[in-house]
């Protein structure tokens, strides 16, 4: 095998795992005796004159598998934003492409592996079209992407969510009250699902299903007759009312973010059921900390099979996690649409058998 020198970033919102990957990647190039720079601040990192990176190699990436963010950093804006918002595209200026490719032939490198979620992937699926040697690694908590059975830094967000359901039941019984906890999955209600079954909630609201309020609330005073002590209602912060639209906030820099739909949620069933009802927001808590034993084994298999692909010259692919096994799939079908929960699929069937209700 000729020796190769790769290039690595970590671009889009951080999740746990993403170190794990950047471990696999360089020691699976290390046995290849290739070397691995990783580009600081996503795409960001190909622009300054030479590029900004760091050498990755066995002793800058040890001790760092257990750790959550990404040790080259990451952005979700900047000069290579190639979606402005689900389904939008934006092309990334020519003179960013050639000043990326500059600095990527003045390093002498022979491959780029970007891991990202949609926007990112669609960013590296237009540098491929534009001639970059590119491999894929799907990453997102909201687990979301086409073409992969599963994204690393989505176990981890769920055990989160589990796990403050677990705290948020103790003091709720003992109250006697209803908890609401907004978590995240803007577009696809995988966290909500996921957590919300894992954590034991009675009412799950998601994307994929417009909820009506006055269901929501029949189900709270159902349980109320039942004899039961809380309910706990989780709801992914893109999920919206049947005859209304997802709750937006307004950033002091005038952007507009998801959010809020917890906060109308608890103040609907508090006012119309007059039970005590308190609201929590679970927010990037399930972005940060240690990746789950799952996670790390993830990322380490997409790091490994990122560099596989390399070595096999299958570029514009991207690594996907299918029947249990990596494989490659071309980027374009990662991101041509996103992955959203099948409303009349068996996950949704089986929280329904446990008395689940979704608000529809
Ligand atoms: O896409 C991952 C995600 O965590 C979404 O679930 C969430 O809406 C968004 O990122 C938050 O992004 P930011 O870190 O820019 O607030």
Not at 179 to 207: C, F, K, N, Q
Not at 219 to 225: A, D, I, N, S
Not at 264 to 283: A, H, Y
Request: hydrophobic share 40%; glycine share 14%; aromatic share 4%.
């Amino acid at each position: 095998m000729p020796k190769k020198r790769i290039g690595v970033l970590t671009s889009g919102g951080d999740c746990p795992g993403l170190n794990a990957v950047l471990r696999g990647v360089v020691r699976a190039a290390d046995r290849l005796d290739w070397e691995v720079l990783g580009f600081r601040d996503g795409y960001e990192g190909l622009l300054p004159e030479g590029g900004d990176y760091m050498v990755l190699d066995r002793s800058t990436t040890a001790g760092i598998m257990h750790l959550g963010g990404t040790i080259i950093g990451t952005t979700n804006r900047g000069h290579f934003a190639a979606k402005v918002r689900a389904g939008e595209k934006a092309a990334i200026p020519d003179e960013i492409i050639d000043q990326a490719r500059r600095n990527f032939n003045h390093l002498g490198l022979d491959a780029l592996i970007a891991i990202g979620g949609d926007g990112s992937l669609t960013t590296a699926l237009q540098l491929h079209q534009s001639g970059f040697p590119v491999i894929g690694v799907p990453k997102t908590i909201d687990n979301d992407l086409q073409a992969t059975a599963m994204t690393f830094g989505f176990d981890s967000a769920v055990a989160c969510v589990a796990d403050a359901l677990d705290r948020l039941h103790t003091t709720a019984t003992s109250h006697k009250r209803v908890m609401v906890l907004e978590v995240m999955g803007r577009h696809a209600g995988w966290i909500a699902l996921y957590g919300g079954l894992a954590g034991g909630a009675d009412i799950i609201l998601i994307p994929e299903i417009p909820f009506d309020i006055d269901k929501v609330c029949e189900q709270v005073l159902h349980r109320e007759k039942l004899g039961c002590k809380s309910t706990m209602i989780v709801v992914a912060e893109g999920a919206s009312p049947r005859d209304g639209r997802q709750s937006r906030l307004t950033t002091a820099a005038g952007e507009y973010r998801l959010g809020g739909v917890g906060d109308m949620v608890g103040r609907e069933v508090g006012e119309r059921t007059g039970k005590d009802t308190r609201v929590c927001v679970l927010g990037h808590l399930q972005r940060g900390g240690a990746p789950t034993a799952l996670d790390r084994i993830l990322g380490t298999r997409f790091g490994v099979a990122a560099v596989k692909l390399v070595a096999e010259e299958n570029f514009g692919t991207m690594v996907s996690y299918q029947n249990y096994e990596t494989r490659a799939v071309p980027i374009s079908e990662a991101v041509h649409r996103l992955k959203r929960v099948d409303v009349r699929g068996q996950l949704i069937a089986t929280a329904r058998a446990v008395e689940i209700t979704f608000g529809d």
